[in-house]
């Protein structure tokens, strides 16, 4: 659309007196109608009430947040300079011992071994639940719709179970009298675990506890997996095999490096679910044998509760989110040095 403007002058009743017209004409092609005036936003900007809105809108968030986990925390943090017993408890006193809680703990061997334990622990599941995780969801990627419905399904009753009923299923599998597993084992040909006490050794107990979690955390896993592998172009995946790569090529060649975002947040969100496993343990067989399986949760409620020493359950608890927020500072510059190169 080409538009023409010309000025016309035109004679004023007043002798001496002309009147500028500014006359406008517009040729189209294809019957198009003119263009409208552009609108231009206002030189004051946005109005307070503009401005304030979304801060209002995040504000219930924000209350809710610092009342449900902010003030515990404090709570939490002020118990641990205490000498909180059970003398100090029934007769309502408060005393301040000062950082002695925490060289207790930095100075008693037992506390190192239990923080060993929990990041071995910790490191051994995320690497089964990251492994077994994606191998799921790569199978979801490849059945017929109705083997992938009923698999989903599978995998979202596992997901949706409560942790205390799965925990309670697991110890009756595990039953050394009554038990699916030792039965099973024993028509095998183990003769020798018909009556095995799964939970009267270190190992064992947490062979249960590790197969529980890594039940229960595949299907987040597997769903993440299938869900980023549809965002993958189909063409990616003929190129590569016009050029002759085979499985383990693809993945590492096309579905690692674009879904490399995904397996950070994934793998940084199973190291603090796990991390912080509680339930499990404890209802299993509550730390044991003989404190052999405690983490440091389970530790700190042992020590706190169980023990009724407070302030040293809490001093424990403040330092192991310390130790949790150190592993998750590192981690954290890696996935910001990843977005920085996408």
Do not use: C
Not at 147 to 163: D, F, K, T, Y
Not at 211 to 224: G, R, T, Y
Not at 298 to 309: D, I, K, T
Request: glycine share 8%; no cysteine; charged share 15%.
């Amino acid at each position: 659309m080409a538009v023409h403007s010309e000025r016309v002058q035109t004679q004023s009743p007043d002798p001496g007196e002309a009147v500028a017209a500014r006359v406008e004409t517009s040729a189209t092609g294809g019957g198009s109608g003119g263009a409208a005036p552009k609108r231009t936003r206002s030189a004051g900007g946005p109005g307070l009430g503009a401005r304030l809105a979304p801060y209002l809108l995040l504000l219930p968030a924000t209350v809710a947040t610092l009342a449900l986990l902010g003030w515990p925390l404090l709570k939490t943090v002020l118990l641990s300079f205490q000498n909180l017993n059970r003398r100090q408890l029934v007769m309502h006193i408060t005393e301040w011992n000062g950082f002695d809680n925490y060289k207790e703990q930095l100075t008693d061997p037992e506390f190192w071994s239990v923080t060993g334990r929990t990041v071995a622990f910790t490191a051994i599941n995320v690497v089964l639940i990251m492994v077994a995780g994606t191998l799921v969801g790569l199978l979801l990627n490849h059945l017929g719709k109705k083997m992938r419905l009923l698999l989903q399904i599978g995998l979202l009753m596992a997901w949706a179970m409560p942790v205390v009923a799965a925990t309670t299923v697991y110890t009756w599998l595990f039953d050394s009298q009554w038990g699916v597993v030792n039965w099973f084992l024993d028509q095998l040909g183990w003769h020798s675990m018909a009556d095995y006490n799964w939970l009267s050794n270190e190992y064992t107990t947490f062979f249960v506890v590790i197969l529980l979690i890594v039940w229960m955390s595949i299907p987040f896993v597997a769903f993440n997996m299938y869900a980023g592998l549809t965002t993958i172009p189909r063409e990616l995946y003929e190129a590569a095999r016009m050029d002759g790569a085979g499985s383990l090529k693809i993945f590492s060649a096309v579905i690692f490096p674009n879904l490399k975002p995904f397996f950070l947040a994934t793998t940084f969100l199973e190291v603090i679910w796990v991390f912080k496993s509680f339930t499990q343990i404890y209802a299993i067989n509550a730390g044991g044998p003989e404190k052999l399986t405690r983490t440091l949760p389970v530790h700190a409620f042992l020590e706190g509760s169980s023990g009724q020493h407070y302030g040293v359950g809490s001093a424990i608890a403040v330092l192991t989110i310390l130790m949790l927020g150190a592993l998750m500072a590192y981690y954290f510059r890696i996935m910001i040095k990843q977005e920085d190169e996408l």
